[in-house]
């Protein structure tokens, strides 16, 4: 069963936005702002551009957040090397199939780390 859960997108994608969220500093709404911010980067401009978005961004969680997607796609296979975001990120968009699986992957996993985030200024809710 263990081995399903850790192929399966959805629980992939969830967990690390959970792990992102437990870890995020500052306000709910600015860590939510951020996110939401980089979704949009990524869903109107494509993979590269949201990590670039994120590398420029030196404020914030921007670092943590970069940290997380990499960790994603490394546990849906797609190899790190130790190269920099946007190595990595460029070395994905060679290949079609692989970029399609990532950025589906990444939008997953940014949608539940803004819904984590609205929902952490819950007083009732934890992580």
Do not use: W
Request: hydrophobic share 40%.
């Amino acid at each position: 069963m263990n081995d399903i859960r850790e192929r399966n997108l959805d629980y992939l994608a969830a967990k690390h936005a959970q792990e992102f969220i437990k870890k995020a500093s500052g306000k709910d709404s600015e860590i939510e702002n951020e996110v939401t911010k980089a979704l949009g980067v990524l869903q109107e401009n494509g993979m590269y551009a949201c990590f670039l978005y994120l590398q420029a961004n030196k404020k914030g969680n921007s670092a943590p957040l970069i940290q997380k997607m990499r960790e994603l796609l490394t546990s849906l296979g797609i190899t790190n090397d130790g190269q920099d975001a946007l190595t990595f990120a460029q070395n994905i968009s060679a290949d079609l199939h692989t970029l399609l699986l990532a950025r589906e992957a990444l939008e997953q996993m940014l949608i539940y780390a803004r819904y984590g985030a609205k929902a952490k200024r819950s007083a009732d809710f934890s992580l």
